[in-house]
T-cell receptor
Framework: KQEVTQIPAALSVPEGENLVLNCSFT??????LQWFRQDPGKGLTSLLL?????REQTSGRLNASLDKSSGRSTLYIAASQPGDSATYLC???????????FGQGTELSVKP | GAGVSQTPSNKVTEKGKYVELRCDPI?????LYWYRQSLGQGPEFLIY????????DSGLPNDRFFAVRPEGSVSTLKIQRTERGDSAVYLC?????????????FGSGTRLTVV
């Protein structure tokens, strides 16, 4: 059974700092991995999707990496801003079916 | 529509009552998913539709939970004899495939509180 773990559960950093969020998964037979952002009381917004054959994806100040063999992904946020404050979730999709398995999220707070 | 719409946004019900939660996906999206999110946790998969049929309902916790999508667009999640442990945010998402080539679009959720 696939399990997804995110560390840390919460993180507080000063504005401008670069930071890394971690995600690990127990079954390396994944089809893809996604990082989502969730603001309080809102749904999820997809940030980056990495197919299993890819090593990383970049969008603006965000860079996500994937090491499928070790069951790890990281989300790197450069030059953090207060507007980055949110909960970040990673989710993996297996090779069969459409469901996503989510981690519990990392709650990020960027202080001005 | 422009996004995934979920109604109501909030629902308070008494223990033992029946509730229905509605999801209106993006037009043309064939796949629709229901997830449940408890406070401080990530979303937990409940059920997934491909068209009108439930392709995977392995996440439904028990037979009090049921979902339908009769015309392949709008879906309704039905909970019978609600319990306080059913309190959570229920999220709906849709995608044009099964998510293999496209990302998911999530609704804002229905916050269900059972008192």
């Amino acid at each position: 059974k696939q399990e997804v773990t995110q560390i840390p559960a919460a993180l507080s950093v000063p504005e401008g700092e670069n930071l890394v969020l971690n995600c690990s998964f127990t079954d390396s037979a994944i089809y893809n991995l996604q990082w989502f952002r969730q603001d309080p009381g809102k749904g999820l917004t997809s940030l980056l999707l990495i197919q299993s054959s890819q090593r990383e994806q970049t969008s603006g100040r965000l860079n996500a990496s994937l090491d499928k063999s070790s069951g790890r992904s990281t989300l790197y946020i450069a030059a953090s801003q207060p507007g980055d404050s949110a909960t970040y979730l990673c989710a993996v999709k297996g090779n069969q079916g459409g469901k996503l398995i989510f981690g519990q999220g990392t709650e990020l707070s960027v202080k001005p | 529509g422009a996004g995934v719409s979920q109604t109501p946004s909030n629902k308070v019900t008494e223990k033992g009552k029946y509730v229905e939660l509605r999801c209106d996906p993006i037009s043309g999206h064939t796949a629709l998913y229901w997830y449940r999110q408890s406070l401080g946790q990530g979303p937990e998969f409940l059920i997934y539709f491909q068209g009108t049929g439930a392709a995977d309902d392995s996440g439904l916790p028990n037979d009090r939970f049921f979902a339908v999508r009769p015309e392949g667009s709008v879906s309704t999640l039905k909970i019978q004899r609600t319990e306080r442990g059913d309190s959570a945010v229920y999220l709906c998402a849709s995608s044009s495939w099964t998510g293999e080539a496209y990302g998911y679009t999530f609704g804002s959720g229905t916050r269900l509180t059972v008192v």
